[in-house]
């Protein structure tokens, strides 16, 4: 039989007529020239099978699909005695894909992003492919102001098939921005202007920002920017004319040209609801913060709005529509708003989801929700939820949503996705504080056992004036209505003779208690627990006279029975980094009767944290505490109050404020203390998302007053400084540098302090 052959798809598309065939019975198929494709492959593209009878639109069809695949760079069809011949020319495998040149971008992770798009070692070469990882490559370097750069592209053939991929890139010097210029600006200088965007011309700090870098998406925010403090101040129609950025033929200058038409500037002349209300119009009203007579402001009207919204979400109306529609009236300059309500139906929660919780059971994250299922949706319970699970401490991410349920008008479901950390710690190691010198520690901690929510924390602690063995237990949920209840068991040496500022005493302490904590509201907790405690003193020729004496009018061991009761107010946003809300803490203790001890020891703390603007927040604290001795005996010395140090007031030595012994000058503690300070606190320059390392600027006060000695303000001592902390693979370490500000000359300092590793 004559061998007839249908030679490639081009061929066969422009001309099939040219090679037609009569129709001919398959009684076999043959594949040919294939090194590395199975014959099967061939077999499952081929849409014709032993048996079938060949023609031209078969045939052409064939060669089409083969083509298709990207594996053949040549298709020939041929029949010889009823035998389907496919002749095949494989295309060439990649063999090395190569980076020459490239400085600004790290090859590896170059060579990730070609081995996801197919473009890699054992890949079938794709020219294709090439080609749009070669514009990729051009577009990623344009991004970053390598206006310069000159990319070449090298595919050179090897033996076997194969193919070798160069990527050859001369990357050029990054073309700086050389001048921003907005025109039109009449009612405001253009560096005030100028001082609202992210671009900026050269600076001594732009090797660190890159604001210098022209980024097409970096100068639309910058025109919202501009856009926004416009219309905040009352230029309702203010509008961005045209941008043009140019490049200088040398490609190394970029010039940014805004024109700008600012309008007129409106007052409001009035604000009214209409739609439908639901709620009364006059708590609504209330929820308006833009007011006849003052300029408008698009920010205050778009919370206005968002705050209706939020309101009537908090009553089931998940899905309520809230807009602001102005009249505008041009020859007075003025305009009325009218906000149309449009509530929506009542929504309802479906299902609460949680997900992303691999270690942590279910409840754990489910008590804490605010928002039950089968309820009205309410936005501030939703939003209580997120910040409730969020200070639990065992998640690095919480997020929540609230899609609509697909098919209905009036349900939503509450998807909680949390991303899990490690609450566990095991911690054998080494600390040093500038205080305490070297401390050894070893502690088995676990925030979060068996995933219950349960705290197990198993501790050892060794420094040269403080030993501490401790065991604690807390179960967040001892009851079902939040109930926790705990254990803690120690044992204590405390031996003051190696630190220098401390007067000279030791004291051996071995005790337990249980404690309880009640909630009472939302963020009001009561606590209280009862302790057993037995102390045993020792005091030498060098501790105070007035130590020495309280052991010879006392004794040296004492048994007391402690019991404590306390409230706390906490609403701050996150137990790790808060950046607001406030804490307040009320605590009294006291050695009941039936013990060796009769004392009590009250205690007030507040802490509040402001969100600046940014990631900067403003820490503020301040603490008071007072005790005495009751039933005709005096506050036992070791239940003195101390300050100075981290803590308290820095830059000065640990425990160093308050009344001295004459003869030894060391600190003797005090029955009442005062401490207070502000910290302006931001994550550290350059460590993007990442908040465990923190910096600070503060300033501390403080002081501690003996028995029979009068507060005084005159009395209390200033500190400024530096401070850092990270929450180190290693433990947490803190740092501060210190500047006094009112010492006096028997102060003892220590402007610079530290503390690294855990301390219990």
Sequence with gaps: MTKNAITGLIAAMLAPAVYALDPVVIKDIRVEGIQRTEAGTVFNYLPVKVGDTMTDEQAAEAVKKLFATGFFKDVRLEMDSGVLVVVLEEQPAIAAVDFVGIKEFDKEQLRKGLRD????????????????????LKRQYLSRGHYAVQLTTTVTPLERNRVGISFSVD??????????????????????????????????????????????????????????????????????????????????????????????????????????????????????????????????????????????????????NVNAAPELDKEKRQVAFTIYVDPGRRAYVRRINVTGNSRSRDEVVRREMRQMESSWYDGEKINRSRTRVDRL??????????????????????????????????????????????????????QNMFGSGNFVGIGVNSSKSNTVYSFSYTDPYYTVDGVSRGFDFYHRNYDTSSLATIATYGAKSTGGGVRFGVPISEDDTVNFGLALDQTRLKVGSSSPQRFQDYVAENGNSYSSVVGSIGWSKDTIDSRLYPTKGYIHRLGAEAAVPGGDLRFYKLSY??????????????????????????????????????????????????????????????????????????????????????????????????????????????????????????????????????????????????????QMGTVF
Excluded: C, H
């Excluded at 050894?440 to 676990?446: A, D, E, F, P």
């Excluded at 506050?635 to 308290?648: R, T, W």
């Design 117 to 136: 798009v197919g473009l890699a070692e054992s890949r079938i070469f794709d020219r294709a492919l090439v080609e749009r990882a070669e514009q990729e």
């Design 171 to 320: 990357e050029g010097e990054i073309a700086k921005i050389k001048q921003i210029n907005v025109i039109g600006a009449t009612a405001f200088k253009e560096k005030e202007l100028l001082d609202l965007f992210v671009l900026r011309t050269p600076n001594w700090l732009s090797w660190y920002t890159k604001n210098d870098q022209y980024s097409k998406q970096k100068l639309s925010g910058d025109l919202e920017s501009l856009r926004s403090f416009y219309l905040n101040r009352g230029y309702l129609e203010f509008n961005v004319e045209s941008t043009q950025v140019s490049i200088s033929p040398d490609k190394q200058d970029i010039y940014i040209t805004i024109n700008i038409s600012e309008g007129a500037q409106y007052s409001v002349s009035s604000v009214k609801l209409a739609g439908e209300l639901l709620l009364p119009e006059e708590e609504l009203i209330k929820l308006v913060k833009v007011a006849p007579g003052e300029m408008y402001s698009r920010e205050r009207l778009t919370e206005s709005t968002k705050a209706i919204a939020d309101r009537l979400g908090n009553d089931g109306y998940a899905f309520a």
């Design 393 to 446: 401490g065992y998640f690095e991410e919480v997020t929540l949503e609230t899609p609509a349920v697909p098919g209905t008008t009036d349900q939503v479901d509450v998807n909680v996705n949390v991303k899990e950390k490690a609450t566990g710690a095991l911690m054998l190691g080494l600390g040093f504080s500038s205080s305490e010198k070297l401390v050894l520690s070893g502690s088995v901690q676990q």
């Design 605 to 754: 703390q507040i802490q509040r944290y402001l969100t600046l603007w940014g990631n900067y927040t403003l820490a503020l604290n301040g603490e008071f505490g007072y005790a005495d001795g009751y039933g005709k005996k005096s506050l036992p010395f070791f239940k003195n109050f101390y300050a100075g140090g981290i803590g308290s007031v820095r830059g000065f030595d640990n425990g160093s404020l308050g009344p001295r012994d004459s003869t030894t000058d060391e600190s003797l503690g005090g029955n009442r203390r005062v401490v207070g300070g502000a910290e302006l606190l931001f994550p550290m320059p350059g460590m993007g998302q990442d908040k465990s390392l923190r910096v600070g600027a503060f300033v501390d006060t403080g002081q501690v007053w003996g028995a029979g000695e009068k507060m005084k303000a005159a009395d209390l001592r200033y500190s400024v400084g530096l401070s850092a902390a990270w929450n180190s693979p290693v433990g947490p370490l803190k740092f501060s540098i210190g500047q006094p500000l009112n010492k006096k000359d028997n102060d003892k300092l220590q402007r610079f302090q530290f």
